[in-house]
């Protein structure tokens, strides 16, 4: 079985930190994402990455930036942190190739911003 | 752009009721379309999919089939289970990249 770790379940921040979300999955998928989920809201796509090195905008990027610097490991970056990033994040691997597609999830950290 | 709306929650049934979530999509193309379920406290789970039209998905007695015709993609269960309560999410994907658009969620609560 697929499984993505994030580093930690439960975080809390101070207004202006810079604050580090860590994803790591085990089987060598190409692809990741990071979503923040919000009542309401649904998911929401902040930014994903194709491969090492290369990452791509989603819908909601203001405020994060990302890093992909080995295949297995996929990290949200809050510049500096700010209330309205409170929030449950999520990170996802996907497999497209070498059997049915399907999008693998964590099991999210739920961030406060105080 | 894509999107994807189901049934506004939250639903509340008795066990062994009939569950229906309904879900319709707007996309250009052949996206695969998922649903995925997420109990409290955790990630989200694949519960079902089918990847082109008229395609059923399936799994622990849930049903989904694939409408291009209505843009639909209604989630059903015939008899539900206290155990069934969860947040359950709606979603398209292009499978060349994994890139996915969801719904906004269906909180289900299922009451002995």
């Known amino acids: 079985d697929v499984k993505v770790t994030q580093s930690s379940r439960y975080l809390v921040k101070r207004t202006g930190e810079k604050v580090f979300l860590e994803c790591v999955q085990d089987?060598?998928?190409?692809?990741m994402f990071w979503y923040r989920q919000d009542p309401g809201l649904g998911l929401r796509l902040i930014y994903f990455?194709?491969?090492?090195?290369?990452?791509e905008k989603g819908d909601i990027p203001e405020g994060y930036s990302v890093s992909r610097e080995k295949k297995e490991r996929f990290s949200l970056i809050l510049e500096s942190a700010s209330t309205n990033q409170t929030s449950m994040y999520l990170c996802?691997?996907?497999?497209?190739?070498?059997?049915?597609?399907?999008?693998?999830f964590g099991d999210g950290t739920r961030l406060s911003i105080l | 752009g894509n999107s994807v709306t189901q049934t506004e929650g939250p639903v509340t049934l008795s066990e062994e009721a009939f569950l229906t979530i309904n879900c319709t999509y707007t996309?250009?193309?052949?996206?695969?379309l998922f649903w995925y379920v997420q109990y409290p406290g955790e990630g989200l789970q694949l519960l079902l999919k089918?990847?082109?039209?008229?395609d059923k998905g399936s799994n622990k007695g849930f049903e989904a089939t694939y409408r291009k015709e209505t843009t639909s993609f209604h989630l059903e269960k015939g008899s539900v289970q206290v155990s069934d309560s969860a947040v359950y999410f709606c979603?398209?994907?292009?499978?060349?990249?994994?890139?996915?658009?969801f719904g906004d969620g269906t909180t289900l609560t299922v009451k002995p």
């Open positions: 996309a250009t193309g052949y996206p695969s």
């Open positions: 089918a990847t082109k039209a008229d």
């Open positions: 990455s194709y491969d090492v090195k290369m990452k």
């Open positions: 996802a691997s996907w497999r497209g190739t070498g059997g049915p597609p399907s999008q693998h």
């Open positions: 979603a398209l994907t292009y499978t060349n990249a994994g890139k996915s658009t």
């Open positions: 089987m060598d998928h190409e692809n």
